[in-house]
């Protein structure tokens, strides 16, 4: 199975300051398509997780441009410029290119 | 406007079959490249993605599961089902279902419904 790694466990960052989380597959998740089925979600407090990034960059519908989404291969990295108290909770990466699909073990953003 | 919503059991027995259900509107299981997923998250964990089920009737499943699942649909009632069978405490969780698109990212989840398994 696609082990996909996360770091930082935790970040606690301050309002207006970027975070940046870092995602790291155990094998390249370059499908035989072309496409890579990297993608991030946020579960906020309570709440179910939403998409946030798909497809290693894109943003879904709504997702402020805040959230950058950058990577290939095996490495990929979530940015979020400008901290905002609503982006505080658990992000995701999960992949879809190799069976079974896999998600990251989370990295838990704190607002300081 | 697309809705998911799961239910079940909310308890059950070490040994039983777990059956859930995934109702939802705005979408159609019959549509090309549409497909309905299932994740679960023990209570302060991660996820784990369970099996996917898509228009064509494909399916997925994760075989850490070891042949416990099984993922159908009812696609005149839009509905989407996973069973689990022998369950044990492991298998406590909140389970959600979603929905998958053809570039295979759950663009909408459902609230989620906690299972908890206890004797």
């Known amino acids: 199975d696609v082990v996909l790694t996360q770091t930082p466990v935790s970040l606690s960052v301050t309002l207006g300051d970027q975070a940046s989380i870092s995602c790291r597959s155990s094998q390249s998740l370059e499908y035989s398509d072309g496409y890579t089925y990297l993608e991030w979600y946020l579960q906020k407090p309570g709440q179910s997780p939403q998409l946030l990034i798909y497809?290693?960059?894109n943003r879904f519908s709504g997702v402020p441009d805040r959230f950058i989404g950058s990577g290939s291969g095996t490495d990929f990295t979530l940015k979020i410029s400008r901290v905002e108290p609503e982006d505080l909770g658990v992000y995701y990466c999960?992949?879809?290119?190799?069976?079974?699909?896999?998600f990251g073990s989370g990295t838990k953003l704190e607002i300081k | 406007q697309v809705t998911l919503k799961e239910s079940g059991p909310g308890i059950l027995q070490p040994s039983q079959t777990l059956s859930l259900t995934c109702s939802f509107s705005?979408?159609?299981?019959?549509?090309?490249?549409?497909?309905v997923s299932w994740i679960r998250q023990p209570s302060g964990k991660g996820l784990e993605w369970l099996a996917t089920i898509c228009w064509e009737d494909s399916k997925g499943y994760n075989p850490s599961l070891k042949n416990r699942l099984t993922i159908s649909k009812d696609t005149s009632n839009n509905q989407a089902f996973l069973k689990i069978t022998s369950v044990d405490t492991a298998d406590t969780a909140i389970y959600y279902c979603?929905?998958?698109?053809?570039?295979?990212?759950?663009?909408?989840w459902g609230q989620g419904v906690m299972v908890t398994v206890s004797s």
């Open positions: 979603a929905r998958m698109g053809q570039l295979y990212y759950f663009d909408y």
């Open positions: 705005g979408f159609s299981l019959s549509t090309s490249g549409i497909c």
């Open positions: 497809g290693v960059s």
């Open positions: 999960f992949q879809a290119t190799h069976d079974p699909f896999t």
